[in-house]
């Protein structure tokens, strides 16, 4: 199938991808009354008292909102925020149909960070949830910071969280088929945007210990003198020993590599020159660092893509819908890297015995299993690590 030509032809003909239902009837004068004026007027009035209560009084706590500047819409780059509509309505058909949340759509035009931030803080008493989409970097690692200080809902930020945490799942379940430890082993990094980071935080977090980071001048290293303040906190925690150089001078030993970032960086010498039985993460999108035959003819064990069409495909839908699914069951006030770890092994989880494979280190999207599984996992863990308001799930 040509997805371009079809996909245009049925937006035309969809005319949008979502819309508004009514939950409740409508078909008699009570019926009215009782859904809006006069008696909407004491629902009002409780939640005057106590906005708590808007949890229990409308669809608040259901509701996530998606919401983008449209400066990094898929790999399509500044494309603008009514260009960036047609992903935000499919990500909002995905909550729906694998986390049964509801989300709409935000489309916001501004490339001002406060601007933006201001903006969500004044809707977001209207929402159980915040999820950014498509804000390039490094803004977009501002903007999350000053929502999560100054609201008391999540702020997921899905371009970082989300690929983190499918990374962090798939890479569990590879470490198991090569019986390495993620304390021993070495990862090379390629990307330094939104979900390179989110990653590379992630991991360390989860206790992974020797990491190298690159972007494309190479190595990421502490006395670099051209870096971002995101760059620079990261050379404080990463590249243990120091090292300079290119990409393919980090790789040679490494056991893993991660990409997020542009096609063709690797060729199959550069995977040769790697330890035995490397995994290889190449999740640029459409095209990756390196193709899975190439990699493989390098050597590599076990690779992974943001393909659809090659096996271990590293796909966020994986994550999100569980994650707020799990966030909004016990009204979290937000999302902490204990529940994302979580969320990650919950993923993990669902590949065991002869499933597990090189070929199949994270669950299939479709999988049943996957959202209530990852929601489950959060739930808990939020209600662990005390950011939960509720245990009634």
Not at 14 to 32: A, C, F, M, N, Q
Not at 318 to 334: H, Q
Request: charged fraction near 25%.
């Amino acid at each position: 199938m040509d997805y371009s030509t079809e996909s245009l032809r049925l937006h035309r003909e969809w005319k949008g991808k979502i819309e508004i239902h009514s939950r409740v009837p409508v078909r008699t004068k009570d019926d009215l009354s009782l859904a809006y004026t006069p008696g909407v007027a004491q629902a009002c009035k409780v939640i005057q008292k106590d906005k708590e209560e808007s949890y229990a009084l409308t669809r608040r706590g259901n509701l996530c909102a998606v919401i983008t500047d449209g400066t990094a819409v898929l790999g399509l780059g500044d494309i603008g925020p009514e260009a960036g509509m047609p992903v935000m309505e499919g990500k909002c058909v995905l909550f729906k149909e694998f986390g049964d949340v509801d989300a709409f759509p935000l489309c916001i035009s501004t490339k001002d960070p406060d601007e933006f931030t201001e903006t969500v803080v004044r809707l977001s008493g209207s929402f159980g949830g915040i999820n950014l989409e498509d804000i390039s970097a490094p803004r977009c690692f501002e903007i999350e910071k000053k929502l999560n200080e100054r609201l008391d809902i999540p702020v997921f930020h899905d371009d970082q969280h989300g690929t983190a945490i499918v990374t962090l799942a798939g890479l569990t379940n590879a470490l198991k088929l090569t019986g390495k430890k993620k304390e021993d082993v070495r990862i090379v990094t390629s990307g330094s945007g939104a979900a390179g980071v989110a990653i590379v935080r992630l991991l360390l977090h989860a206790g992974f210990k020797n990491i190298i980071m690159t972007d494309r001048k190479g190595t990421i290293y502490g006395n670099r003198d051209d870096l971002n303040p995101v760059k620079k906190e990261m050379a404080g925690i990463t590249n243990p020993e120091g090292l300079k150089g290119s990409l393919r001078d980090a790789l040679k030993g490494a056991d893993v590599f991660i990409g997020i970032s542009a096609p063709g960086l690797l060729d199959a010498e550069t995977v040769k020159s790697m330890e035995k039985a490397p995994v290889i993460f190449a999740c640029a999108n459409p095209e990756p660092e390196i193709y899975p035959d190439e990699a493989k003819a390098g050597g590599a064990f076990i690779v992974a893509t943001g393909r659809s069409d090659y096996p271990n495909q590293i796909n966020n839908v994986l994550a999100f819908p569980g994650v707020f699914r799990g966030a909004f069951d016990v009204r979290a006030r937000e999302i902490n890297e204990e529940m994302k770890i979580a969320a990650a092994a919950a993923l993990a989880g669902l590949v065991t015995g002869d499933d597990l494979s090189p070929d199949r280190i994270i669950p299939d999207p479709f999988d049943p299993r996957v959202g209530k599984a990852v929601a489950k996992a959060v739930s808990d863990a939020a209600i662990r690590t005390g950011v939960a308001k509720t245990s009634e799930m």
